[in-house]
């Protein structure tokens, strides 16, 4: 994410690459930084993907999962079959320089022969791994510095040849401590935290400080669990002088490494050389969320497991023996399985075949194009290589999906089947098993989301496997990314996230951190509750101010051409998005607690909290799946409650550039709400997806802190298209405090809308008229004065006072809506005092062209900055009218498409500019969509010269124009022709409707 001078004025920082953390130093920033976002008048941006709201791996909470285990969808923030990167060079793309890690010679090593004319590795062959050619990909005159290695940096590799590092694999089990804490008692252990990133057998022993501590060429690469990515970091990078070579011949060039000159050279189409040295750059890093990325270099079963052991999937451990279903902590895993996947081909999981240990089975927690899967024993224990065994696989078709009743409850499960390789008997040789699926004859690259490797070696049998690998490519079928739930009515925005308080620094799931008697006196203290020691981090009780919602927009870049991001939002006045329930019985709920569940806590009678239905049972408590949603009204006594998910967004819709300009989208949310939440959606193809940088959006107070409830009378009228008066009344209910509003806008059905007069407190009001310019006869005085009443850039330069008023029916390029604008001196506490009932009345004219048309409105005040709107509230907003609502009915409704005219007829296309295309405008009534709309033009022999290709036209008043030339773009002789207007609808009546009309020169 690239800092927004002009959206924010946090000291730019960053966010970690793996699942970062905001302990107590980023809450310091993050109070100090967001005073600078808000203006004086309250109004603010919140940035997700920055130091305030860092990407994050780790769930708020496991328990709050809606989905099932192998795609999760986290309540309160958490992701799915997502990686976070860097873009370690601030160039705007993400391992575009990748650091080759070849295994040339296919024995589970990377490099372990350097050419120096000795077998190394001991496997017979010489110089067989040599140091791999890089490409600088993005031209920019440096080699590796996006490596795929989190954190990137160079990759020497007569420096990384390190013959200690296998003694390191083979001394270290897989496991890694899951706290700062238990890894300082741990001395000889393997430190916690994401592990041996940079697979030189060394763990955490690279703090995040921007410095190469290690000397192996990378930088941070075995961060523990860093806060952020520093604003800048100075890091070693072999550079070439880029004046001499263009962009195209830069990224053409191969550069090799030379171990006397201690460089990369490139021999150049010329004949010459170019070298590159190394030297110390200065770069800015950004850190992007996007689905994860398979390629070549990048073992699937070591991101999973490396996933789980960093607990980012909780106790649902994906790599298991026993079958479909293991539900381990890290720390009680059985310690052989990470041996065949940490990397090292000289440690192995040692198995004697039995009923109760038959295979290994890894679940990818998404669903991934798979290239090659490899495993095979130690190197000199070829025997112990499985012979005899089948590979099963669940991908994506419908047979590979279960759905079952158990319990009262619908849930679906993974049907393992399928062969992803056929029964293997006796195949002893070789040993290494390596099944490629590249079309041939395992056919091409499968969706896989389950492997399930079952042995049949006879009972009593050893084998083992070292290492078992699944590389594939390009991004997952599908990915999802929620946020945390953003709570922007306190002083500072906030988000719901816990921290384990032994170290600040590491996320932690909500139900980690619980009530317990710790001091076994038999109650439960104030201090011991999960509620009270959760406050101190995130307080559900803080006292905050409801606002309105602005625009968002976010930065991104796509890879391919198809890839898509669906960006959903939601808001309430409640943390808590769903009432929480207990299970009495099969289908049987209660939102009460009636027996206590530690100590003396909860009180029975009292209602299940988020706190108490954690501390359920998993079959005590009510699937979340099935919880009742928390609406917007008081549902079963509990205040507050949450919007369902919007309509997605596209990615383009709200795409702004890297410095966060742009227009974004509007928020169609309900005003006077604190809570906030955002869902990305990931629609990916094989080779295209979705990065994001950030996304941020607009807030401000309550322009009317009590809202503005509106009604619309009549709600009936008798005819579809035909123009019909209605009177629009609206109550503001203001604070002493609110700066108040002089913008209406109402969303009218058609351009033709006219305003008649507006009342405040039952005076009229004068319109404001824009001057005429001088010398114009009155045709053009009336074209002149009509344009206007369709400008907005007029009504926007109006400048009403006392009781005056501009108006102007506009479309809003910003929505697609035709709005009905209303520009007043700013209407304020002292215009409508609490208590006396005053109200707005605009009294309008305009045709509908739908059943049921609502018109919806908004209040704003132009001189704010930032331009945050308020919706309006349907309701009593007066007692004279009867309808408490805003939409209108309409009583008959017959006709699909109405031509109204055709002018002019007969035209002359000679191209004098008089006349010169003949204009169709017509209605469309009773469609709910876009429907296609063609005009066909034809001789009177019947034949079709010209058809005005389809336009997408909604319910409405549109138009159609031709030019007078045929298809082939010649004018057409001068004649009668017939026309034939018609519809795509699903509607059959009136569908079609046919004339003539007259061409002459």
């Given at each position: ?525 104030l201090d011991e509750l999960s509620s009270t020691k959760l406050a101190r981090q995130f307080d559900p009780a803080a006292p905050g101010q409801p606002v309105t919602w602005g625009r968002a927009r976010w930065y991104g870049k796509r890879e391919g051409r198809e890839g898509n991001v669906l960006v959903r939002v939601r808001t309430g006045n409640s943390l808590d998005t769903h009432i929480y329930q207990r299970k009495l019985g099969q289908g049987v709920f209660s939102s009460f607690i009636e027996r206590t569940i530690e100590a003396d806590w909860p009180q029975p009678g009292s209602r299940v909290d988020a706190y108490s239905y954690v501390r359920l049972q998993p079959n005590e ?330 336009l997408l036209s909604d319910a409405g008043m549109h138009q159609a124009r031709w030019d007078g030339r045929d298809e082939g773009g010649s004018l057409v002789p001068p004649g009668l022709y017939v026309y034939r207007l018609s519809a795509k609808s699903d509607n059959a009546k009136s569908k079609a409707v046919m004339g003539t009309i007259g061409v002459s020169y």
């Open positions: 994410m690239r800092y927004a001078v002009e959206k924010t004025c946090f000291p730019r920082r960053g966010a970690s690459c793996s699942f970062r953390s905001f302990g107590v130093i980023g809450c310091a920033l993050l109070a100090l930084g967001l005073e600078a976002v808000l203006n004086p008048a309250g109004a603010g941006t919140w940035r997700v993907g920055d130091q305030g709201q860092p990407w994050q791996l780790y769930p708020v909470s496991f328990v709050l999962d809606a989905g099932e285990i192998f795609k999760p969808d986290y309540l309160w923030g958490g992701t799915s079959s997502v990686e976070i990167v860097v873009d370690d060079d601030g160039d705007g793309k993400v391992d575009e320089d990748p650091v080759d890690r070849v295994d040339d010679d296919r024995d589970g090593l990377i490099n372990e022969d350097p050419k120096n004319g000795i077998d190394d590795d001991k496997d017979g062959k010489t110089d067989e791994d040599g140091p791999d050619p890089q490409v600088d990909n993005d031209g920019d005159g440096m080699l590796n510095e996006d490596g795929l290695t989190t954190g990137g940096g160079i990759y020497n590799p007569v420096l990384r040849y390190d013959p200690e590092m296998r003694k390191s694999y083979a001394a270290s089990p897989y496991f890694r401590d899951t706290t700062a804490v238990a890894a300082a008692a741990n001395p000889k252990g393997n430190g916690y935290g994401w592990g041996d990133d940079d697979y030189d057998g060394k763990f955490n022993e690279d703090p995040f400080d921007g410095k190469d501590n290690d000397q192996d060429g990378l930088i941070d690469e075995d961060g523990a669990a860093p806060a952020s990515v520093p604003a800048r970091w100075d890091r070693a990078v072999f550079a070439y002088d880029t004046t001499q070579v263009e962009l195209v011949e830069r990224q053409a060039l191969v550069f090799q490494w030379d171990p006397v000159d201690r460089t990369y050279v490139a021999e150049r189409a010329d004949g010459g050389s170019i070298r590159a040295q190394l030297s110390q750059k200065s770069f800015r890093p950004s850190d992007w969320v996007r689905p994860v990325r398979l390629d070549s270099t990048r073992n699937l079963i070591r991101i999973v497991d490396d996933r789980f052991l960093a607990g980012i999937y909780g106790s649902n451990d994906p790599l298991y023996t026993v079958r479909y279903g293991g539900d381990l902590d890290p720390a009680s895993r059985e310690v052989s399985v990470g041996l065949s996947t940490d990397g090292s081909i000289f440690t192995a999981r040692l198995v004697q075949s039995s009923t109760g240990s038959s295979g290994f089975t890894a679940e990818f927690r998404g669903l991934y194009f798979l290239d090659m899967l490899r495993f095979r024993p130690q190197p000199g224990f070829d025997d112990y290589s499985p012979s005899s065994f089948s590979i099963y696989y669940t991908g994506d078709k419908p047979s590979h999906y279960q759905q079952r009743v158990a319990g009262g409850e619908l849930s679906t499960r993974l049907v393992v089947s399928d062969f992803l390789i056929p029964s293997q008997v006796d195949q002893e040789r070789p040993a290494v098993k390596e099944y490629r699926f590249d079309g041939g004859d395992l056919g091409p690259p499968k969706l896989v989301q389950l492997v399930d490797l079952r042995s049949a070696q006879p009972n009593g049998d050893w084998w083992q496997l070292a290492e078992i690998e699944a590389y594939g490519h390009g991004y997952p079928k599908q990915a999802s990314y929620v946020t945390e739930i953003i709570d922007v009515g306190t002083p500072s925005p906030r988000f719901r996230r816990y921290f384990d308080p032994a170290d600040p620094t590491r996320p932690v799931s909500f139900e980690s951190i619980q009530t317990l008697d710790a001091n076994k006196s038999g109650k439960i203290d408590r009510a699937r979340p799946s099935t919880l009742p949603y928390n609406t917007l009204s008081d549902r079963d006594g509990i205040p507050g409650g949450w919007t369902t998910w919007s309509a997605p967004f596209n990615f383009e819709d709200g795409l702004v550039d890297s410095l966060g300009k742009g227009d974004g989208v509007m928020l169609a949310l309900p005003p006077l709400t604190r809570y906030i939440q955002f869902r990305f959606d990931f629609e990916n193809t094989e080779d295209s997806g979705v990065s994001l940088d950030f996304l941020e959006f607009d807030f401000s107070p309550p322009i009317v802190t009590r809202g503005v409830t509106v009604e619309i009378f009549p709600d009936t009228t008798e005819k579809l298209g035909q123009s019909a008066s209605f009177q629009y009344v609206l109550k503001p209910d203001f604070e002493s405090s609110d700066l108040g509003f002089n913008r209406i806008d109402i969303a009218v059905p058609s351009p033709e809308a006219i305003v008649d007069t507006l009342l405040v407190d039952d005076l009229a009001w004068t319109p404001l008229l824009p001057s005429v310019p001088a010398g114009l006869g009155e045709v053009a005085q009336r074209s002149f004065l009509d344009s206007l009443r369709h400008s907005r850039t007029w009504l926007e330069s109006a400048q009403p006072t006392g009781s005056t008023f501009a108006s102007a029916v506009y479309l809003d390029s910003t929505t697609g809506l035709t709005k009905m604008g209303i520009k007043t001196r700013a209407l304020k506490t002292a215009d409508f005092p609490r208590g006396q009932g005053k109200e707005i009345q605009v009294n309008f004219r305009t045709p509908v062209f739908t059943l049921l048309t609502e018109f919806q409105s908004w209040v704003w005040n132009d001189t704010q900055r930032g331009g945050t709107i308020q919706p309006t509230s349907p309701g009593n907003s007066t007692d004279r009218l009867p309808s408490d609502q805003i939409k209108v009915t309409v009583l008959q409704a017959e006709k699909t498409l109405a031509l109204r005219q055709v002018v002019p007829n007969p035209f002359t296309p000679n191209g004098d500019g008089v006349n010169d295309e003949a204009v169709f405008s017509f209605s469309l009534f009773l469609v709910t969509d876009q429907v296609g709309v063609e005009v066909s033009i034809c001789d009177l022999s019947g034949r079709v010269v010209r058809k005005v290709r389809p």
